[in-house]
């Protein structure tokens, strides 16, 4: 027998093992975006996220930026820092059916700080013990999105379509200092797309708080339209507000001047008689859940210049019928990829402070008041 033939004969015999080929733990799924993975067993997606954020405040409470102690010496009030961690975690789920995407969102927040007020002393005439130095500690949890949506339908804890819809206020922290809406409500919405620009929605609310929940089986109603196209949008929403029985909308124009500017412009009129009667068994002092602003008509502008790839300059100024005025301007930078650092500069002139039917909607304790806040905010 031949070397050869010997050779043959044990690679003949030889046992080939395959390498195990290696193991998938988690499978991608790129339907709806980057980040979404398969839930093992399922035709699932899910996606988690969230942001990391750090504030911190100074300057006056009416500009929503500062905050007042007492003095541990001699207790007296004095201005101290206004900060706030938050931890935001949210979840995104999306599943192709017969009857469209099935999606889901939530968006759970936990927050620990002072807060933007003022201390108070205890009342010897009550049996509560109101002391309050304002001091720093785990503030609520909040659940402010967890809503189910199949096709354009959608229903459970959402922000008010009244400021979705439209597109909120700009890119500014603080862009309630004349307020556009109130925004938690369980919802019953159903939002229409054309594909060519044109869409629509109409949405059941409940409401919030003690002004905004509704009283009876009649809920508040919403609706808007959007003209969107290459050069900017058109929006306008309406809302009747079932506990005052008033109604309120806003008309919004959206101009994109340029890949770096982007400009904007919104007004919003309500009737509020009732809103105003005193004589009601819950008073709402002239603010409803939808007409927040004071008196009639409001204004808001603002826009958007982008210098560069990293760094964005972002005003708002605001001003409603009752003579409230709020400008607020930021710069935000992107130090790294989902890294930003803004500081902002805010302002509130209260036009009626001196007057005895003022109605104090940043618990201003002078007709102007001043701020600055300097925001740090990891997203994932």
């Given at each position: 027998?031949?070397?050869?033939?010997?050779?043959?004969?044990?690679?003949?015999?030889?046992?080939?093992?395959?390498?195990?080929?290696?193991?998938?733990?988690?499978?991608?799924?790129?339907?709806?975006?980057?980040?979404?993975?398969?839930?093992?067993?399922?035709?699932?997606?899910?996606?988690?996220?969230?942001?990391?954020?750090?504030?911190?405040g100074l300057g006056d409470v009416g500009s929503f930026d500062g905050a007042k102690s007492f003095d541990h010496e001699d207790g007296d009030?004095?201005?101290?820092?206004?900060?706030?961690?938050?931890?935001?975690?949210?979840?995104?789920?999306?599943?192709?059916?017969?009857?469209?995407?099935?999606?889901?969102?939530?968006?759970?927040?936990?927050?620990?700080?002072?807060?933007?007020?003022?201390?108070?002393?205890?009342?010897?005439?009550?049996?509560?013990?109101e002391f309050n130095n304002n001091s720093a500690g785990n503030k609520n949890v909040s659940l402010n999105f967890a809503w189910i949506q199949l096709g354009g339908l959608r229903v459970g804890k959402d922000e008010s379509a009244f400021d979705t819809f439209i597109g909120y206020a700009g890119n500014v922290i603080q862009d309630t200092l004349v307020p556009y809406g109130d925004f938690d409500t369980n919802v019953v919405q159903y939002y229409f797309d054309a594909g060519n620009g044109f869409s629509a929605v109409l949405s059941l609310e409940e409401g919030s708080g003690l002004v905004g929940t509704i009283d009876s089986y009649v809920p508040h109603v919403v609706g808007g339209v959007k003209y969107t196209q290459g050069w900017g949008a058109i929006t306008g929403v309406v809302a009747y507000d079932s506990n005052y029985e008033e109604v309120a909308g806003k008309v919004r124009l959206d101009v994109n001047v340029s890949d770096a500017v982007q400009l904007w412009v919104m007004g919003g009129y309500g009737t509020d008689d009732n809103l105003s009667d005193g004589t009601w068994a819950i008073p709402a002092g002239g603010r409803g859940f939808y007409k927040q602003w004071g008196g009639n008509w409001a204004v808001w502008g603002g826009g958007t210049y982008k210098?560069?790839?990293?760094?964005?300059?972002?005003?708002?100024?605001?001003?409603?019928?009752?003579?409230?005025?709020?400008?607020?301007?930021?710069?935000?930078?992107?130090?790294?990829?989902?890294?930003?650092?803004?500081?902002?500069?805010?302002?509130?002139?209260?036009?009626?402070?001196?007057d005895a039917d003022f109605s104090n909607w940043t618990n201003a304790d002078k007709k102007s008041s001043v701020g600055g806040l300097l925001r740090f905010q990891r997203t994932f």
């Open positions: 027998m031949t070397y050869s033939a010997i050779s043959g004969a044990r690679a003949a015999d030889a046992v080939v093992v395959a390498e195990p080929e290696p193991a998938e733990y988690v499978k991608i799924c790129d339907v709806y975006g980057a980040g979404y993975f398969y839930i093992p067993g399922t035709e699932t997606c899910l996606r988690v996220g969230g942001y990391v954020r750090y504030d911190i009030d004095k201005s101290t820092w206004y900060k706030n961690a938050r931890f935001t975690l949210k979840t995104w789920t999306g599943q192709e059916t017969e009857l469209g995407t099935l999606k889901t969102y939530t968006e759970t927040r936990f927050n620990f700080g002072n807060r933007n007020g003022y201390p108070s002393v205890d009342d010897p005439a009550t049996e509560a013990d210098f560069n790839e990293k760094t964005s300059f972002n005003a708002q100024i605001s001003y409603d019928d009752w003579k409230n005025l709020g400008v607020a301007a930021n710069i935000a930078y992107d130090v790294v990829p989902g890294f930003t650092v803004t500081a902002e500069v805010d302002y509130l002139n209260a036009g009626k402070f001196d």
